[in-house]
């Protein structure tokens, strides 16, 4: 089984920086994408950005040019740097792996549980 934990959210002011985390644990053959997701109170879950196995990456537009999303693939992490936060940034924030197991095995996604960024004006 892959899990996933997330870490270093909080609460912070606006116009403040946080950096989220995401370690996976578990056998992973490969990795073909990285994404943190958001849920705010009341909305539906939301794509913030994601980095492919390339390297290329895709953010929402409401955090293009303040969140920056990146991985360490030796440590099975991604990382969300997120800056000039607003009130609007806050939510549940989650991270999701689309994984392969095995050499030519079907790939499989995986969520973290969660972690809660509040931003307060």
């Known amino acids: 089984q892959v899990q996933l934990v997330e870490s270093g959210g909080g609460e912070v002011q606006a116009g403040g920086s946080l950096r989220l985390s995401c370690a996976a644990s578990?056998?992973?053959?490969?990795?073909?994408?990285m994404d943190w997701y958001r849920q705010a109170p009341g909305k539906q879950r939301e794509l913030v950005a994601r980095?492919?196995?390339?390297?290329?990456?895709t953010y929402a537009d409401s955090v293009s040019g303040r969140f920056t999303i990146s991985n360490d693939n030796a440590k099975k992490t991604v990382y969300l740097q997120m800056s000039t936060l607003t009130s609007q940034d806050t939510a549940v924030y989650y991270c999701?792996?689309?994984?392969?197991?095995?050499?030519?095995?079907?790939?499989?996604?995986?969520w973290g549980q969660g972690t809660q960024v509040t931003v307060s004006s």
């Open positions: 980095i492919y196995n390339s390297g290329r990456t």
């Open positions: 999701k792996f689309r994984v392969q197991r095995i050499r030519g095995g079907y790939y499989q996604e995986y």
């Open positions: 578990g056998s992973i053959f490969s990795t073909d994408a």
